[in-house]
Every structure is written in C-alpha cells, then in structure tokens.
C-alpha cells in the first residue's frame, strides 16, 4: 500500500521529466500555429502512465532509466496523437480539463497536429538510440510501436461502431478495449524492455503483463466515466451513457436489467441531450443492477492476470513499482 501511495508522487516527478523532453522536442516548428496545436495537449498536463511503464520496464530487466527517456517520451506522443485525433471523432469539448485541440485550432489544425506528433515518435526513437543497443533492437521497437498502432485503429473503427449494434457482447468488449488500450501499453513496456537488453522470454512476459494491465486501466475508466466527480475527471461526466458507448457496465446492465430498470437506463443511453437527472438516475441504476461491481471484479481479475506474469522479472524494487503503478490504475480518481 505504501508503495501505491509513492506512486503519485513518482508519476509527478516523471511526468516533469517527459514533459521538458517533448517541449524541446516540439518547440519551433513552422507554422507558429502547427507548433501551438501540436503542444497544446501536452501542456494540459496528464500522469503520463505510459512513459511511466517504459521507463520502469527499462529498469526491471537491468536496464538504465536515462536511456529509456527519450523512447518513454515517443510513446507518450503516439498515446498522444492517438487523444487528439479521438476528440475530433468524438466532437469532445473537453481533455484533461481543457479545451480540446479542435475546439482551439479547428479540426484541420487538430488533424495535422495529430500526424505531427506520430511522426516524432519515430523521429524521437530514430535519434536517440542509446549507446551498446544495436540497430536490430531498435527495429524492434519501431516493429512494436507500429503494431500497436495498427492495432489501435482497429480497436478504436471497433468502438466507433459498437453504438450502433445490438449485440455486443462482454468478450467483443474485452477485445476492443485490449486493440484500443493494451495495445499500447503493451509496446510501452516492451521497447522499455528491448532498450534495457532485456531478454526475448522478459520482453514476452512484460508485454503480457501491460496488455492485462490495459484491459484493468480501461475498465475503470469506464467506471470513472459515471462515478467520478466531473470537475476531478476533466470531462462530461455520465458522456458515455448520453453516447451510447458498449462499455463492460453498459453491456452486463442491458443483459441482466428488469424492465422497469431498462426503463431507466433508456432515458440516457444514446441519448445526446439527455437530462443531469436522467444521467443520475441511470447511474444509480446501473449500481442497483450491479454493473459497476461487476466491472470492478473483472478489472481485478486481469490484475491478478498481470501478476502472474511477472514471474519472469527479477525481485527488485523496481518490480515492486510495476505492480504499484497497476493496482494505483484501478485507485485513481481520473
């Protein structure tokens, strides 16, 4: 427990880090506009888990944490990249409490900020390969990089069409947030992995340690998304009801509601100008049916999943700090 407490502190401390990286990174470039849009996210602030992992993942196989920065860095551009081109599909208004890129720059500023940042992720990785690490393994972190987000675009067309099905099961869920979320995660503590010479056994195991550990993140985030305070989360609260998105809570409601129930969840579910009420009044629904506890116990179960496999990993402190920063995914309150 002691440990998930520091863990706030550290991803502080970390995110300072990142975050004086990607400015240098990103300052002058031209247009002063394109500049201005590509740091705007950026600047909103952010845990930055992501790079957080990487960095951990480096240090866990006997790696140095200097040398995973610069990749950490690129990482946290393509998760990034991936939030402002979500915002412009999504027509969301708001991102970590703050006007989102479009909603600043327009949508067609917001696009070419967006493809901006995923160039620099392999720009980053490109120039900054740190000495003893051989050409070969940074090919495998460009490889792991690039799958990851050909396999976020399928989980995110995935989610986009969701809405519109009526029967979306709990394991089409399961594997649309683990395209849309695990998926970078997993390359996340993979290249951190790969930088640190970790072996091919280790780079596995962590990689399946972060996917499950994704698959947790994502299901309390759909739990903050109806529980949270809107002001500490940083957007609508209840949004994901008004636009009828197949979360794990959604799907185990509509399969296990009474009529009356139902009646209840309806007034929200898809639709866009449903009232504050109607959005509390199908939360409180959603807690009478048990979905929201249902959807705790799966996160803990990929938990206990990702664990396991860690088994791999040398007992260090560092090891510690893994298993910290995911029982702190499932703690937070944004």
């Not at 201005?36 to 944490?65: F, N, Q």
Request: proline content about 4%; charged content about 25%.
């Amino acid at each position: 427990m002691a440990q998930v407490k520091a863990i706030g502190r550290k991803l502080a401390e970390n995110a300072k880090m990142i975050n004086s990286f990607l400015t240098r990174e990103l300052s002058g470039q031209e247009p002063e506009s394109l500049e201005k849009a590509s740091l705007h996210l950026i600047k909103a602030g952010g845990k930055r888990l992501r790079p957080y992992m990487t960095i951990k993942a480096c240090e866990a196989v006997g790696g140095r944490a200097e040398d995973a920065v610069p990749f950490a860095a690129a990482v946290e551009l393509l998760h990034s990249f991936t939030l402002v081109h979500d915002d412009v599909m999504d027509h969301d208004d708001l991102r970590r409490g703050k006007p989102t890129v479009h909603k600043v720059y327009g949508m067609p500023m917001a696009i070419l900020a967006g493809d901006l940042l995923f160039a620099k992720v392999y720009d980053i990785m490109v120039n900054n390969r740190p000495p003893g690490m051989s050409p070969e393994r940074l090919l495998e972190c460009i490889d792991k990089v690039t799958e990851a987000t050909m396999i976020l675009c399928q989980g995110q067309a995935l989610d986009i069409s969701f809405p519109g099905a009526s029967d979306v099961t709990v394991n089409d869920y399961i594997y649309m947030v683990g395209a849309k979320t695990s998926a970078l995660f997993r390359a996340c503590a993979q290249v951190g992995a790969l930088v640190g010479g970790g072996s091919d056994e280790q780079v596995n195991a962590i990689g399946i340690f972060a996917w499950d550990a994704g698959v947790a993140f994502q299901i309390e985030d759909d739990v903050l998304g109806v529980t949270a305070d809107e002001e500490t989360l940083g957007k609508p609260v209840g949004s994901d009801l008004r636009e009828g998105k197949k979360t794990l809570i959604n799907i185990h409601a509509l399969e296990n509601a009474t009529e009356e129930q139902r009646k209840l969840i309806d007034r929200a579910f898809g639709v866009e100008d449903a009232s504050h009420e109607d959005i509390e009044a199908a939360v409180e629904t959603l807690e009478e049916v048990g979905s929201i506890a249902y959807a705790r116990s799966v996160a803990d179960e990929y938990i206990t999943r990702a664990f396991k496999s860690l088994n791999v990993i040398p007992d260090t402190p560092t090891k510690e700090e893994l298993k910290a920063l995911v029982e702190f995914f499932v703690k937070r309150e944004y």
